[in-house]
């Protein structure tokens, strides 16, 4: 008979495929309202110079987080962080309710939606607003480079990610440093999901007890409280499954064709190799097998289709 332990550890585990899901099929979701609404981030999809860009975006954005951390400016890092959250809210609440009203509604109230879930995030980052909140968050944003990036730019800038990924955690080391300044710092760039009773991210934070995605090289521990894993490994994926549905339509199921059906088994999958790997206690990089896994199911997908 499983211990009460086990059960915890067992449901923890369980909660980040489930995550990844539920962002997946959130980004479908919001894919009809947010190109309604003309959220697309990118004017042609099939530009392959649009994967360029975004690593050029993704560098910069880095190179200003890792600054302000090194030099103890933490708080203004916060405040960047706060309004970055608060403007893509805006675009999520007001992508989600122009599902069920007009379009000069649902920005006012998204508007609003944006500010209190801002604010919460704040005042009050417990792990599961951290939670519910990051998988919104991450579904949005997911959706919106979705619609604006054909699959072939995707699959390029889920390459570049990866290999990006595998060198700023396996040789530079930086993604480590920033890592460790956003979890210091309790910015609610992640999911937390506890491993142990009665944890409190507000109260515990770090602590010395939480297994990351990207750890740091300290020996592994075993007592540790919770997972972690940052919003980007949930994004990445699920812009490919959104690019599938909305390109290369057909074959699926409901609202999922059958390249998107394709990576979302192939995501999984690697999120499968991911988890087993951090349990090694070594420092993981997250999107080379997440990004694979999602790469080779959209290209299994695509190859049943063409039968």
């Known amino acids: ?74 708080r203004i890092l916060g405040w960047i962080i706060r309004i970055s959250l608060f403007i893509a809210y805006i675009y999520v609440f007001s992508g989600l309710l122009a599902l069920v009203t007009q379009e000069g509604p649902a920005l006012f109230l998204g508007v609003a939606l944006a500010g209190v879930a801002t604010l919460l995030l704040w005042k009050y980052p417990e792990w599961y607003v951290v939670d519910i909140l990051g998988v919104l968050l991450a579904a949005g944003v997911a959706s919106m480079f979705g619609i604006s990036l054909e699959p072939i730019p995707v699959i390029l800038l889920l390459i570049l990610l990866a290999v990006y990924d595998a060198i700023s955690v396996y040789k530079t080391k930086h ?16 999911v937390v999901v506890p491993k142990k009773e009665g944890y409190s991210f507000i109260r515990d934070g770090i602590g010395g007890n939480i297994d990351t995605i990207k750890t740091d090289d300290e020996e592994p521990k075993h007592d540790r409280a919770a997972y972690l894993m940052g919003l980007g490994d949930l994004i990445m994926p699920s812009i490919l499954v959104t690019s599938a549905c909305v390109f290369t339509p057909g074959g699926g199921v409901g609202i999922f064709s059958l390249t998107a059906m394709g990576t979302i088994l192939g995501s999984l999958a690697g999120l499968g190799i991911l988890m087993r790997a951090v349990f090694s206690g070594r420092p993981q990089a997250g999107l080379p097998p997440l990004n694979g896994g999602a790469i080779i199911g959209f290209l299994m997908g695509w190859f049943m289709m063409t039968l």
């Open 1 to 74: 008979m499983r211990s009460k332990e086990q059960i915890r550890e067992y449901l923890a585990i369980l909660a980040m495929p489930v995550m990844l899901l539920a962002v997946e099929t959130g980004s479908v979701l919001l894919a009809a309202p947010m190109s309604a609404s003309g959220y697309a981030v990118f004017e042609d999809p099939q530009s392959i110079s649009n994967p360029v860009w975004f690593i050029a975006m993704l560098l910069g954005f880095t190179a200003l987080m890792l600054i302000l951390i090194k030099y103890k400016f933490k």
């Open 175 to 190: 993604m480590l440093t920033l890592a460790n300044g956003v979890i210091e710092g309790k910015m609610p760039i992640m």
